[in-house]
């Protein structure tokens, strides 16, 4: 299974993004699928993640509200809609995947199997 995050970029405060995430390779059933996001000189962090079957939503504290994780089952894609991003949204984003239970959170790094190779988000004027 591999991972392609996309949609990345230059956005002004307050402005919107959509990131997406492709998947390639035959047995992509993940349980959980997440965004994470790293900013210069921070740890990776989570962002939002969803259940690839029941779509229930799971987000960090400081984008709910502004953030929407949704999934394609057909096309095997995922999506990060972004709303009033902000400063401290700019890092590298990252999508990924796991490839069977585990009884892990699903914002722990350790859970996921399958990460794609990240995308630049910039909020800056």
């Known amino acids: 299974v591999q991972l392609q995050a996309s949609g990345g970029g230059l956005v002004q405060p307050g402005g919107s993004l959509t990131l997406s995430c492709a998947t390639s390779?035959?047995?992509?059933?993940?349980?959980?699928t997440g965004w994470f996001r790293q900013a210069p000189g921070k740890d990776r962090e989570f962002v939002a993640a969803?259940?690839?079957?029941?779509?229930?939503?799971y987000y960090t504290a400081s984008v709910k509200g502004r953030f929407t994780v949704s999934r394609d089952n057909a096309k095997n894609l995922m999506f990060l809609q972004m709303d009033d991003l902000k400063s401290e949204d700019t890092a590298v984003y990252y999508c990924a995947a796991d490839s069977e239970f585990k009884p892990r959170p699903v914002g722990d790094i350790g859970r996921y199997d399958y990460w794609g190779q990240g995308t630049l988000v910039t909020v800056s004027s």
């Open positions: 969803i259940n690839w079957s029941t779509t229930s939503t």
């Open positions: 390779g035959d047995t992509f059933r993940p349980f959980f």
